[in-house]
């Protein structure tokens, strides 16, 4: 499966951003579908994940009731809405995905990366 995300950018402390991740490749929904990111000078961390109905999401506790992820299936889509962005979550964002029907948190468990967007966030 091919990924390609889209949607960063340069926002103020305190508004929103969102990502969208377009994939190829079907079916789709077997897919779990996360995003990642990557900080300068910091190491990849995880920050959502949704299974491949759309029901089962899962969050890293610094994204927790101000990040959303969804699903769209008829556009092959995944999106993250930001929602009250800090400081600390400028990084590259990645999207990935694993056909599987458990949701992981590691990296190392997803074989299928897009490029990164990059989100900036200035106070």
């Known amino acids: 499966v091919q990924l390609q995300a889209s949607g960063g950018g340069l926002m103020q402390a305190g508004g929103s951003l969102r990502l969208s991740c377009a994939a190829s490749g079907r079916p789709f929904s077997r897919y779990v579908m996360a995003w990642f990111r990557q900080a300068p000078g910091k190491e990849r961390e995880f920050v959502a994940a949704?299974?491949?109905?759309?029901?089962?999401?899962l969050y890293a506790d610094s994204v927790r009731g101000r990040f959303t992820i969804s699903r769209d299936s008829a556009k092959n889509t995944v999106l993250l809405q930001m929602n009250s962005l800090k400081d600390e979550d400028t990084a590259v964002y990645y999207c990935?995905?694993?056909?599987?029907?458990?949701?992981?948190?590691?990296?190392?468990?997803?074989?299928?990366w897009g490029k990164g967007t990059q989100v900036t966030v200035s106070s």
């Open positions: 949704i299974g491949g109905s759309g029901v089962r999401l």
């Open positions: 990935a995905a694993r056909q599987s029907a458990a949701i992981y948190t590691r990296g190392t468990m997803y074989p299928y």
